[in-house]
């Protein structure tokens, strides 16, 4: 009986938790879309990929933090890539790669804020450093 009670727990909480990606998917689509529509690019596949989750304890509680990136076009027929992070369904921080990105938040129910990103994204070498670091905000 308890070892049913215990798979019956855990089903629930595999179920809740793909629930919960799959919602925040949708999220970070919307907004890639609202991004790429604000600067006139185009977003291709139509789709954001899951690239790191993890956990932060922050005032509302324990939340996922997820990463994901998408790539867009300007026209050009070049790709690129840009990436989103959400903290539970707030847009935490995104960055484009383009000059000026962060200056307008992206419009969503859900999308409280947008962080700046930061300017450490090139190498020593001036190319494109793929590794977004996660910071912690400074404790209050």
Known sequence: MATALVLLSLLFLVTLFWLDSARARELATGLAKKLCERRGLQLLDDTVVLRRIGLRWGKEGI?????????????????????????GTRVEQYD????STNQEKPDAPEAETAAPSTSDDKDAEGGDNKVVPFRRPPRK
């Open 63 to 87: 939340r996922f933090r997820r990463m994901f990136s998408f790539d867009f076009s300007r026209g050009d027929g070049g790709r690129r890539s840009a990436y989103l992070i959400l903290l």
């Open 96 to 99: 484009l790669g383009l000059p």
